[in-house]
């Protein structure tokens, strides 16, 4: 791949349409939590979801059978929406001829998250199977589902409880006629059903329209490097399992940003990396093992707290090192640290 992002290979790309594509930006705050090696793995667990929305016969099963058929060194399960429909009461089948499949309120949304809490958790779950022709979710043995890297959300109203868009790292709406078949469906459904048009125009919520459905190769290629990509972000710390991921808050997104920003004076610039630097001191340093201790207070009580229970040093590795040797003498007082510069041959 040349220079140009994703993002903008996508844009450019035949009938390709945006809606907000921001790509599970939330969501990789959520990785940055870790203060254990166990929560890393356990962090790193966590599966990309891909929610995949769109009319009916407008091709969402095929797009998710050629994204698997892709990803195919990847643990993919697909989950339907359609599995967890409500089973109908007595009265509801006695005029299942009304009965509205299409309405958010058909289905089941809360065993729907639950299904998806487990699995974002690394439980298995059973996923029930609807029978459409008794209205049953209890005819056929419910289908057993692990935990996967990639789980894909398919379903017609798969975008329109909030609570389920955010579980989502990815979104995408699959149209086959963006103008002509969103006209006939918002007339169709407000004038004749009776619903509102907020739940028709569900695909608002989409990263990605794909028009033409399975026919768009070049978008699903795309779609497919894209979770490839975010798949692979976080190998370094599957290959240093000491490696730690400070959680990201707004303080020190704002400090990225002003040491980012063309305009910040070099003395701005050097107070925040001190700052940013020292953050990451003082999270390194609560890593350390500790002992319990007992004190006596100046008012003769005993506090019971921890001591570090080992000596230290600092090894500053010239010449990026260097900027953080400050933050390591303001935090650890009288520490002794020592310089190693690496080299080539080449550049001596």
């Given at each position: ?140 043995p419910a289908r057993r589902v692990n ?78 490097q894209h979770i490839r990509t975010k ?118």
């Amino acid at each position: 791949m040349d220079s140009k992002s994703v993002e903008d290979m996508i844009e450019g790309s035949s009938g390709f349409h945006f809606s907000g594509f921001h790509m599970d930006g939330s969501k990789l705050n959520n990785i940055e939590k870790p203060t254990t090696t166990l929560a890393i793995e356990n962090v790193h667990k966590q599966p990309f979801i891909i929610g995949v929305a769109g009319g009916a016969a407008s091709g969402k099963t095929t797009v998710c059978d050629m994204i698997i058929q892709q990803l195919h060194d990847q643990r993919v399960v697909l989950v339907n929406q359609d599995s967890f429909y409500h089973k109908l009461t007595e009265e509801e089948l006695a005029t299942v001829h009304e009965y509205n499949f299409d309405h958010p309120d058909s289905f089941d949304t809360e065993k729907l998250l639950d299904s998806m809490e487990n699995l974002r958790h690394g439980q298995a779950v059973d996923i029930p199977n609807y029978d459409f022709k008794s209205y049953k979710n209890s005819v056929f043995p419910a289908r057993r589902v692990n935990p996967s890297d990639v789980i894909i959300l398919e379903g017609i109203l798969i975008f329109h409880d909030p609570r389920v868009r955010e579980l989502m790292n990815m979104k995408i709406f699959v149209d086959t006629d963006a103008d002509v078949r969103l006209a006939r469906r918002i007339r169709r459904d407000t004038v004749e059903k009776g619903r509102d048009i907020g739940v028709v125009l569900d695909q608002k919520y989409a990263d990605i329209i794909i028009p033409r459905g399975g026919d768009n190769h070049v978008a699903i290629d795309l779609i497919v490097q894209h979770i490839r990509t975010k798949l692979g972000q976080h190998d370094l710390c599957k290959i240093y399992p000491n490696l730690y991921v400070i959680q990201s808050t707004f303080q020190i997104r704002g400090m990225h940003t002003l040491i980012r920003d063309s305009q910040t004076t070099k003395h701005d610039f050097v107070f925040y990396a001190d700052r940013l630097i020292r953050l990451v001191v003082e999270h390194g340093l609560g890593h350390l093992p500790f002992t319990e201790k007992q004190v006596i207070t100046p008012t003769g009580s005993v506090y019971t707290g921890v001591d570090f229970c080992k000596r230290l040093c600092g090894v500053s590795v010239i010449r990026s090192g260097e900027s953080m040797e400050n933050a390591l003498r303001a935090c650890c007082k009288g520490i002794k640290i020592g310089k190693i510069l690496i080299h080539r041959e080449a550049y001596l």
